[in-house]
């Protein structure tokens, strides 16, 4: 009997996270969006899992998902609160992944309107 095996190794993807503009309130949606670009030796329908874990300033988490889009409901986020929204992707068929985190602060009230 003979065995052929096959190993595919690609590059991991470039991530981003795209977040609305500050200030981020507790009373308010927040879309967190994920991008993931391919170097160009990877095949073009290449399978990507994203997976997202957002973590209070103590490490617990408050809220994960899957996707390419976190969607955080009002009242999950404390004002005052700093927090981390960490990004996965892996790729499938391959031992390749990245990760990339970003941390960001919710206000206690909006800004004052400037007069």
Partial sequence: MEWTLTARLFAPPLLALD???PPYLASQTLFLTAQARFSACVPKHTLLALAWVLEDASGAVVQAG???QLTIAPGVLRAGGEYTARLVA???SSV???SLARVFTVRVAPPAPDR
């Fill in 96 to 98: 390749a992944s990245a």
């Fill in 66 to 68: 899957e996707g390419a």
């Fill in 19 to 21: 977040f609305p503009p």
């Fill in 90 to 92: 892996n790729v499938a």
